[in-house]
Nanobody, 122 residues
């Protein structure tokens, strides 16, 4: 079993930065790929970024490339999402998910956090 807890969301002005964290319990977390997803009001949940178990491979959706960076610290069972140059279009609830899955299949994950709200004002 893995439990995930997101933190770090908040209100920020356009152009600002936030760092989200996904803290996990469970000994298997370090062997899992982890992804970040987001869901804006009235929209479907969408993939944002993912990282493999070792941190050697990352993947980003086109709209965040060059602005967001995903990283992990397996010693601390934590994955981070550094978000820079935020725009109002980044406003959403951000979720992390983990599983023994290919990076682009993490939407199938069994393990999800409760989400953290990110609001970017113009």
């Amino acid at each position: 079993q893995v439990q995930l807890v997101e933190s770090g969301g908040g209100l920020v002005q356009a152009g600002g930065s936030l760092r989200l964290s996904c803290a996990a319990s469970g000994r298997t977390f370090s062997s899992y790929a982890v992804g970040w997803f987001r869901q804006a009001p009235g929209k479907e949940r969408e993939f944002v970024a993912a990282i493999n178990w070792s941190g050697s491979t990352t993947y980003y959706t086109d709209s965040v490339k060059g602005r967001f960076t995903i990283s992990r610290d397996n010693a601390k069972n934590t994955v981070h999402l550094q978000m820079n140059s935020l725009t109002p279009e980044d406003t959403a609830v951000y979720y992390c998910a983990a599983g023994d899955l290919p990076l682009l299949h993490l939407w199938k994950s069994t393990y999800w956090g409760q989400g953290t709200q990110v609001t970017v004002s113009s």
